[in-house]
């Protein structure tokens, strides 16, 4: 979607990304120029990503291990960024934990699981990388993966939904206390978009052949990742410039859908539209 070369001399870090949407955007961003660095937990999942990426794009890629709950691993993330590339330019933080479950169900320990990835990580991360901008005077972009439900809220993951609203607010936060420094702060919040972390926790065993998350999008099918990858490539890159505290939900309408108070009247056939047209004033 953008121009060739768009990323040139820029570096993006994106935490959680070895698999799935996280690497899906990187690679798209590879293409566009950029030298990435990818960090997760599992540096084999990463080295194999690494090596695959710079095959299929001939770009450079850093694969740095690092839990997101550990903020000196996420220091040292941006330490072996600067020796590599000389500097960080734009965060990904992609970086995220859920599962499906029954609140009643859950331990207390559930909550800290989910959370200390998905907010505490990714505040761990903005934290480290702001205080390296400021310090060093140079503008720098953040883009934070979020989901519909930050707002409306979900049963069954409120773990998730509880840290997806942090990060949320974080992200308005931060657009507006941080761009004295030329920080910048947006977040994408997507709907269904097959990869084998979401489905594999969110739609576990039966539940893939019961729940087709299709049917519950207007446009009739989930999202595609070069959709998704083109949307984070524009809010990553200067085009964006005047963009900041924004979401931008990519979900093919899907949660308007299952807020409006007459869409179900979709399941209504023509034939019985006809009839209450005969009706209509009688
Ligand atoms: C209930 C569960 C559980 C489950 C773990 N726990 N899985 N409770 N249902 N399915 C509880 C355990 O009982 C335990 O508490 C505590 O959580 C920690 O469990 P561990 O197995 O030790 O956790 P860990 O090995 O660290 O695994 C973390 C994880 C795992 C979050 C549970 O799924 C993970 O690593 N996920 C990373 C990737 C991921 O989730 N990707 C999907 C993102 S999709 P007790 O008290 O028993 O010790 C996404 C999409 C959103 O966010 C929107 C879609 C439209
Ligand atoms: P995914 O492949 O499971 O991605 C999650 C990534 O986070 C993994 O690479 C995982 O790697 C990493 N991670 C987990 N815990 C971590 C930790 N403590 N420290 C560092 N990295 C950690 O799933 P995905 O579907 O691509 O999700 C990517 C993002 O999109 C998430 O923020 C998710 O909430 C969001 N999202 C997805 C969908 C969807 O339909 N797929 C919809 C809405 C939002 P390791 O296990 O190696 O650490």
Known sequence: MLKSGTFKGKTII????????????GKYLLELGANLVITSRKKEVLDKTA???EQQTGGK???????????????NVIKETENRFGKVDAVLNNAAGNF??????????????????VLRGTYYTTLAAGKNWIERKQPGIFLNIVTTYAWTGSGYVVPSACGKAGVLALTRSLAVEWAKYNIRSNAIAPGPFPTEGAWSRLLPGELVKK?????????GRVGEHQELANLAAYLLSDYSAYMNGEVVTIDGGEWLKNGGEFSHLEMVPNEMWDMLEKTRGK
């Open 100 to 117: 499906i479950s029954p609140t009643e169900r859950l331990s207390h320990r559930a909550f800290d699981i989910v959370v200390d990835i």
């Open 61 to 75: 890629v850093l694969a740095v291990a690092c839990d997101v709950r550990k903020y000196e691993e996420i220091v």
């Open 51 to 53: 090596s695959e990426l």
């Open 14 to 25: 994106i935490t959680g990304g070895g698999t799935g949407l996280g690497r899906s955007i």
């Open 211 to 219: 729940f087709d998350p299709a049917k519950r999008v207007p446009l």
